[in-house]
């Protein structure tokens, strides 16, 4: 019996978990040999399934300090499971998203591309090579910026500028928040021009390859953007500047944090601090000392995430920005959700509610969960079960000091919260069914 060109996608949670848990396997092993660790001695299996995870998951939480407890082998392997993410990460959503694109014919794409032509193996081909080429030239390029600047105002050796560029670019371009220095870039706090890079990089990365490629196309027309597009921005540039004033104001006079800053370099944290929310994880103030107003930002923050089919986590802002729309229509009284001068289709807008309440009670209960083992208060448990669902990789410090059962709950809700929101819409598309019949409607009472 012949497959049908739908076949080889009807389950694409068993591709990405199977895909993903493999890289993890693997990076287990290799962080688990003495030759990835400075001392030369087998690092605990926890640490390297921890470390695996959230690099492959592009997340950056760590319990172990990555530049000293990792040799340069160990550091190479963490880089290399990053890249792998990020990639794996773009390549497969961005390839769902071409599958179940209604612009693109969904229905003749699964069920008979090869009478349509429309979706064949060189347009795979031509889409992942097309990724592959945006990530490495973007990288290459804030690489090469972050070397000038680390030569040029931080007067470092040309060896360790390449290197600690190369390492922050790819961690930065794929949202993973690694970084080689134990604090992080607090050393960076007050520099425009390391702050700045990585920022660009981290919102170029968390965009979404079809979002990038339909403003390189048609940046001056926005009117003829795409709902994902249109949403994708919108929301993006809304969430920036929201983050930055609310989060600077939090933090203004809090002598731990901004408070020693001049005006401008307070903004430009803020900004900064807005950004890495994103899902990116780097911090250049201290995370621990911010006050509650600004971790309960940042949890908002990191629980709605980036773009789709990019390297970002979170819901997605796609999500978020088609609730907010939902919830306007519902306000006025519209019988539709329209989105510039497109309407959305009703299962679009009810697999953004499933998303988004899946999350709600995941990081709920993870929170509970983490709460009952570590002992910790719920703020700080809170944003370390947020931060792993959105894969963001900030923390207040008690990653390292969770017992072995709350790593390994950490691990479980970083490796969902990667893989989860893409499967779950996946899935969610391709169970699109027509029904035959309609039953009697009756409403109910709601609030």
Known sequence: MRATPAAGFRHPAQVIAGAFGAAVLIGTVLLSLPLATSSGERAPLIDALFTATSAVCVTGLITVDTGSYWSGFGEGVILGLIQAGGLGIMTLATLFAVLLSRRLGLRARLLAAQ?????????????????????????????????????????????????????????????????????????????????LIIAAAVILGGLGFPVVFELARGWRHPRAWSVLTRITMTMTAALLALGTLALTVAEHDNPETLGPLGPGEKWLAGFFASTMARTAGFNSIDTAAQTPESLLVTDMLMFIGGGSAGTAGGIKVTTFGLLAFVIWAEMRGEPTVNVGRRRVPGSNQRQALAIALIGVGM???????????????????????????????????????????????????MFVGRIGPLTLASALALRHRERLFELPEERTIVG
């Open 363 to 413: 990081v709920a209960f993870s929170t509970l969960l983490l709460m009952g083992i570590s002992g910790f208060g719920l703020d700080r448990v809170l944003f370390e079960a947020v931060s792993a669902f959105g894969t963001v990789g900030l923390s207040t410090g008690i990653t390292a000091e969770l017992p072995p059962a709350g790593e390994l709950v950490l691990v479980v809700l």
């Open 115 to 195: 009478e349509t032509k429309s979706l064949n193996l060189r347009d795979l081909r031509r889409v992942v090579r097309n990724i592959v080429l945006f990530s490495l030239i973007s990288e290459a390029v804030v690489a090469v910026l972050l070397t000038a600047v680390l030569l040029v105002g931080h007067d470092r050796p040309f060896g360790t500028a390449v290197y600690e560029a190369v390492f922050h670019a790819v961690s930065a371009f794929n949202n993973a928040g690694f970084s080689t220095h134990r604090d992080s870039l607090m050393e960076f706090v007050a520099d425009p021009g390391v702050c």
